[in-house]
């Protein structure tokens, strides 16, 4: 429900599974794989609401896909720990501006910028590739850079950014699997609630609006910052 809201499920689900005796590469593999429900759920809702655009899907899915998969092939190469602060300063921004209501959509009756699909693809290409490295924050960068650049009310914006994160969740699900690091045996039960809550947290979304968005927003931001601080300073990291 949370991820379907604001991303951030993972602040929840990880640490499930590491206190029921999963080694950290097989809770982060079978996270991945049970979340893809959860997601496909949530889009179900909002494209019932009418609220995916099909045009920014077309170009965010294959290249968010491939840049999971980079992002995946250079944390083979490079420690994604050094992206830490980095990240840290990146989400105490976001909070910043959307607690100020600086992050906000274009005003009503202003069409889509003549350069909104290339937008979209270096979104979809930098994010992904970010979620393939690193991940943590994801889907709330997704959200932040649909408002904040292609101007997209919150609902929209959450929506647009959920079928994005499907994409490069699947391309992770396709390495972690490859590794045997997805447990079905744990994933498959976990999804049949996920679906449920994916659905719920989308319908949400549909009948409370922004300021609903919003707030859970900056719940998911301030226990992003939380756990990211207690992994710099080495207490029960996952890497």
Not at 113 to 129: C, D, M, Q
Not at 169 to 176: G, S
């Amino acid at each position: 429900m949370v991820d379907a809201i604001a991303g951030g499920g993972g602040l929840i689900t990880v640490p499930a599974l590491l206190l029921a005796g999963l080694p950290p590469h097989a809770a982060l593999g079978t996270n991945k794989g049970q979340s893809v429900f959860g997601s496909s759920a949530a889009i179900v809702r909002y494209r019932m609401a009418g609220l995916i655009d099909g045009k920014t899907a077309t170009v965010s899915v294959p290249l968010g896909f491939v840049g999971s998969i980079a992002g995946a092939a250079l944390a083979l190469v490079l420690r994604p720990e050094v992206l830490r602060p980095i990240v840290l300063v990146l989400l105490v921004v976001v909070a910043a501006l959307l607690a100020s209501g600086r992050l906000r959509p274009r005003e009503a009756g202003a069409g889509p910028s003549a350069n909104a699909p290339l937008i979209v693809a270096a979104i979809a290409l930098v994010l992904g590739a970010y979620d393939g490295f690193f991940g943590p924050g994801v889907g709330t960068f997704i959200i932040a850079a649909f408002v904040a650049f292609l101007h997209r009310p919150l609902p929209r914006a959450t929506a647009d950014a959920k079928v994005l994160n499907l994409a490069s969740n699947c391309a992770a699900v396709v390495m972690f699997a490859s590794r045997g690091s997805v447990l079905w045996a744990v994933a498959l039960p976990m999804a049949a609630t996920q679906v449920l809550g994916g659905f719920f947290g989308a319908h949400l979304v549909v009948r409370r609006g922004e300021g609903f968005i919003r707030a859970v927003v900056l719940v998911v931001v301030a226990a992003l910052v939380l756990w990211l601080l207690k992994d710099m300073v080495g207490i029960g990291g996952l890497r």
